[in-house]
């Protein structure tokens, strides 16, 4: 690039204006996609005399602007936390480089004393621009935070799938019992995602509505993660000194994360039904729509139950595993209903074979989910931590 006579007769030519330098450093670190390029280039260009320090330090500063630039286009399509940071970037490289140009002639006569040759200068002006620049904002970085949210705005949705646990924290390890409870208060936030990772995909395949199955596999990411701190957690909380009570909650909260997790890991496989479905147009019967509503309702029974459990609101635990493991035979009952109907339609002619297929898979996931569900009542505290500790 160096040697390239175009853009370095456009950086000489095009140079002598301080506004005219920034823009044209600007267009060519856009144009490059890389500030370090350019300030290699400014520096080689300087060096020979062709660039002074007064249009070094505009070509430098339009570098910052431009390759704000490159972020903001590779921000474009990706998640509403990159486009903040790219919009954050931006504003901090372009603020700086407005405050800078009242002062533009004596901020060249500051770098032209702050080393012996024009090299150390360029070099120099990143230094200060940068620390400057930071230092302006440091004051200011929690308002400067609330802008960018106010600009991206989180919706409901995203707010619901934000990442990382919200009620451990290492500062209760040494008091085993807190610990326990916070550690169920963030099952049951498990719970609730993996519930409502099924449900939109139950969702999506009565409405054939595609983003829903978006948002599943972004919970299941989260879901993931929440399960891996979990389990870190609580292998840093068995090496305290524990009770017998509470050491006997140590596996039985690797189970419930564990079904809680595959829960997820069920939705996830249905996603590829729901897209099937859609892409191909395929039409359910009304008596198989029906027959899913009736299933979904009873499983979101079952996840009340559980999540009444995880929460410590359950007056009798054996009680609770006695109605979970009814309730898990109930649906049982109902999926094998659900599938000789299908079966008999089938026979009939009233249902088509690949709608068949799809409708048995997910009855099927369905079936698996109920288990977990159950597995977490059967697991869960109850009404023990209130009793024991």
């Known amino acids: 690039m160096q040697d390239n006579p175009v853009i370095n007769t456009f950086l000489v030519r095009y140079t002598s204006n301080p506004l005219m330098a920034i823009l044209?450093?600007?267009?060519?670190?856009?144009?490059?996609q890389s500030s370090t390029a350019l300030t290699g280039l400014v520096m080689s260009l300087s060096i020979t005399g062709l660039l002074d320090l007064n249009a070094a330090t505009g070509v430098i500063l339009g570098g910052n602007v431009g390759t704000c630039v490159t972020a903001m286009v590779a921000a474009m399509g990706t998640d509403k936390a990159a486009r903040r940071t790219a919009?954050?970037?931006?504003?901090?490289?372009?603020?700086?480089?407005?405050?800078?140009?009242?002062?533009?002639?004596?901020?060249?006569?500051?770098l032209g004393k702050s080393a012996?040759?024009?090299?150390?200068?360029?070099?120099?002006?990143?230094t200060f621009f940068n620390v400057g620049t930071a230092l302006l904002f440091i004051p200011i970085t929690k308002y400067y935070a609330?802008?960018?949210?106010?600009?991206?705005?989180?919706?409901?949705?995203?707010?619901?799938?934000?990442?990382?646990?919200?009620y451990i924290d290492k500062l209760l390890l040494d008091r085993p019992a807190y610990a326990l409870s916070a550690t169920y208060k963030e099952l049951g936030k498990c719970t609730e995602l993996a519930t409502d990772m099924y449900n939109k995909v139950y969702q999506s395949l009565i409405d054939d509505d595609a983003k829903l199955l978006v948002e599943v596999l972004e919970d299941e990411e989260v879901l993931n993660d929440l399960?891996?701190?979990?389990?870190?957690?609580?292998?840093?909380?068995?090496?305290?000194?524990?009770?017998?009570?509470?050491?006997?909650?140590?596996?039985?909260?690797?189970?419930?994360?564990?079904?809680?997790?595959?829960i997820g890991d069920h939705a996830k496989e249905m996603v590829e039904h729901c897209e099937k479905k859609i892409a191909e147009n395929i039409i359910f019967s009304d008596i198989a729509y029906d027959d899913l509503t009736e299933i979904v309702n009873h499983m979101n029974e079952m996840s009340q139950l559980a999540l009444k459990s995880l929460s410590e609101q359950v007056d009798d635990h054996v009680e609770a595993i006695k109605q979970a493991?009814?309730?898990?035979?109930?649906?049982?009952?109902?999926?094998?209903?659900?599938?000789?109907?299908?079966?008999?339609?089938?026979?009939?002619?009233?249902?088509?074979?690949?709608?068949?297929?799809i409708f048995m898979d997910i009855l099927s996931h369905f079936e698996r989910i109920s288990e977990h569900l159950a597995n977490i009542i059967i697991k869960g505290p109850g009404d023990d931590l209130r009793r024991n500790f």
Do not use: W
Request: net charge neutral.
């Open 87 to 110: 919009l954050g970037h931006t504003g901090f490289n372009v603020i700086g480089v407005l405050i800078i140009l009242p002062f533009f002639n004596t901020a060249v006569n500051f």
């Open 227 to 262: 399960q891996k701190q979990i389990i870190l957690y609580i292998v840093e909380l068995g090496e305290k000194r524990l009770n017998a009570a509470q050491s006997k909650q140590i596996p039985a909260i690797l189970h419930i994360v564990g079904d809680a997790e595959r």
């Open 24 to 32: 044209v450093g600007a267009i060519i670190t856009v144009l490059i």
């Open 146 to 166: 609330k802008l960018l949210y106010k600009l991206i705005p989180a919706t409901a949705e995203d707010e619901a799938r934000i990442k990382g646990p919200s």
């Open 325 to 357: 493991q009814k309730m898990h035979h109930q649906l049982v009952v109902m999926i094998e209903r659900s599938q000789q109907g299908h079966i008999d339609r089938l026979e009939q002619g009233t249902c088509g074979v690949t709608a068949g297929i």
């Open 116 to 126: 012996p040759d024009i090299t150390g200068q360029i070099a120099n002006l990143h």
